[in-house]
Nanobody
Framework: VQLQASGGGLVQAGESLRLSCAAS????????MGWFRQAPGKEREFVAA????????RYADSVQGRYTISRDNAKNTAYLQMNSLKFEDTAVYYC??????????????????WGQGTQVTVSS
């Protein structure tokens, strides 16, 4: 199984980025997908998640209204559109996949597979 996260970069505050997570080696439509991030010196935190059908979506309070998670099961890819970026959004962003279909999607321990991460840096 591989989850390949891409799309990170260096942007100024207020700008946008779109992250992608391309999955292979699994039946993508059978997995919920999540995005997490980890800033230097901080613990990994939940950002957003989407259920396998796309019917359930969950956001962290800190990104609600600015970020949009989506998925394309035909392309085996999940996306994270990030608008109005802030300096505090700077982190390595990871995508993850979980097979278990129930319960809170924000819990990182419930995810089975993780991508390698992509760096997002927002300059103030």
């Amino acid at each position: 199984v591989q989850l390949q996260a891409s799309g990170g970069g260096l942007v100024q505050a207020g700008e946008s980025l779109r992250l992608s997570c391309a999955a292979s080696g699994l039946t993508f439509r059978e997995y919920d997908m999540g995005w997490f991030r980890q800033a230097p010196g901080k613990e990994r935190e939940f950002v957003a998640a989407i259920s396998r059908s796309g019917s359930r979506i969950r956001y962290a309070d800190s990104v609600q209204g600015r970020y949009t998670i989506s998925r394309d099961n035909a392309k085996n890819t999940a996306y994270l559109q990030m608008n109005s970026l802030k300096f505090e959004d700077t982190a390595v962003y990871y995508c993850a996949a979980r097979i278990y279909p129930f319960g809170e999607m924000a819990y990182s321990t419930k995810y089975n597979y993780w991508g390698q991460g992509t760096q997002v840096t927002v300059s103030s």
